[in-house]
């Protein structure tokens, strides 16, 4: 199944080696709808992770009263969606305000042909010493698709369809 995935660089701009750029998959979490606000935790969006587990807390305390657990329980699911399916956008966002830079956006199957499509067209430099790295091998996608595939026929990133 095809994913997006956001490559971020640092705010002083890429390093020579691309160690600190971060890829991120824009998509669902399991964990984060298991877990919402530990996986908040974990991805240290502290404000986001008080909130999911305040409104955890109240939907947990309506379930026990009488005649309000389906408030309660509803309340709790909600959270719970809304840290699965924006979750990820939680940290992108976070990171962004940091100053971190949005510098592409690639669909694939797998993080791994993310990355080598990413850095397919960029030469990095190893840290040892200062010679440009071997180039990355073109990467073919074996299933004969072309272009950006999303699911339902939507807009795509480009704005074509």
Do not use: C
Request: charged share 20%; hydrophobic share 45%; net charge negative.
């Amino acid at each position: 199944m095809t994913s997006s995935y956001l490559f971020l660089t640092a705010p002083d701009g890429a390093d020579a080696s691309h160690e600190t750029t971060r890829v991120i998959r824009d998509g669902f979490t399991l964990l984060g709808f298991f877990f919402p606000w530990l996986w908040l935790l974990a991805h240290r969006l502290w404000l986001h992770a008080i909130v999911a587990f305040l409104v955890q807390a109240v939907g947990g305390v309506l379930m026990e009263r009488q005649g309000l657990w389906p408030a309660g329980f509803a309340l709790s699911l909600a959270a719970s969606l809304i840290v699965a399916l924006e979750g990820q956008n939680f940290r992108i966002r976070n990171l962004a305000a940091k100053g971190w830079n949005e510098d592409a956006v690639v669909s694939a199957d797998s993080v791994d042909e993310a990355e080598a499509i990413y850095f397919s067209d960029i030469e990095t430099i190893t840290q040892e010493d200062g010679v440009p790295a071997p180039e990355w091998e073109r990467h073919q996608r074996s299933t004969g698709r072309h272009g950006n595939t999303t699911s339902l026929g939507l807009f795509g990133f480009d704005g074509g369809r």
